[in-house]
């Protein structure tokens, strides 16, 4: 059986899915963006805001499933311009120790919702 995971200190789903999904011990959670649960807005003044905002709404759907960064083993970042690499990763990786970081790829894309600069998802292990 899988349950549903929502929580309103991450923005609500732009459409026909969920924040995240447990099944069993296993968290797979949706792409995270930019947006301010507080006000609804995008956050994008620099590359660096808008990555923290990722990981902040990041942080609130792991915290809703009783899991914290600790428990992440692999992550997807996608982004619109690698040349923005380093500045998002030196923000995710103040978010990990690096000694027990998870499995990552980084994908540069076309397009990404709403026309931020990353989106990132994980899956977590309790």
Do not use: H, W
């Amino acid at each position: 059986m899988k349950k549903v995971i929502y929580t309103e200190k991450a923005p609500a789903p732009i459409g026909p899915y969920s924040q995240a999904i447990l099944k069993g011990d296993t968290l797979y959670t949706s792409g995270q963006i930019a947006i301010d649960p507080n006000t609804g807005l995008l956050v994008t003044d620099t590359i660096e805001s808008e990555t923290k905002q990722v990981m902040e709404n990041m942080k609130a759907v792991l915290d809703a499933a009783d899991l914290t960064f600790d428990n992440v083993v692999k992550a997807t970042i996608f982004i619109m311009d690698m040349n923005d690499f380093a500045k998002i990763n030196a923000i995710y990786a103040s978010y990990f120790d690096e000694q027990t970081a998870p499995a990552r790829e980084t994908v540069q894309v076309a397009c990404l919702p709403k026309n931020v600069n990353v989106e990132i998802s994980m899956i977590a292990i309790r």
